[in-house]
């Protein structure tokens, strides 16, 4: 049955949680830039005869270099993973700030009434 279940947040966890999740996003970010710029100080070393030109472009642009490229976008772009666990850990940083700030005022108002 719906609206039946009672449910608890605790919201100095969920902040706490917030902090570790954007961790996640910060660790994805840093180990691709360290990738990226590994890959790129290497240059293009699968040399510039047909194979290298194959595994380099593919057929029609789908080979490495535009691979890597989609990977990155993908990761660290402005709609990439990254930027989808910094929503993420907005959110759970939000709601438990939110939850907290309701709980204090609840607990304001019941002082209140005791006077």
Do not use: C
Request: glycine residues 14%; hydrophobic residues 25%.
């Amino acid at each position: 049955m719906m609206g039946t279940q009672k449910w608890e947040i605790d919201p100095e966890s969920f902040i706490k949680a917030a902090g570790k999740t954007q961790h996640v996003a910060d660790r994805i970010s840093q180990v691709w830039q360290k990738l990226d710029s590994g890959t790129s100080a290497l240059g293009s070393p699968w040399g510039t005869d047909k194979t290298g030109k194959q595994f380099a472009t593919g057929d029609g642009d789908n080979g490495y270099i535009k691979t890597k490229e989609n990977v990155g976008k993908g990761l660290t772009g402005p709609e990439g993973m990254t930027k989808s666990v910094e929503n993420l850990a907005d959110g759970q940083r939000e709601t438990g700030e939110k939850v907290r700030s309701e709980l204090e005022a609840r607990n304001r108002r019941s002082f209140e009434t005791r006077k």
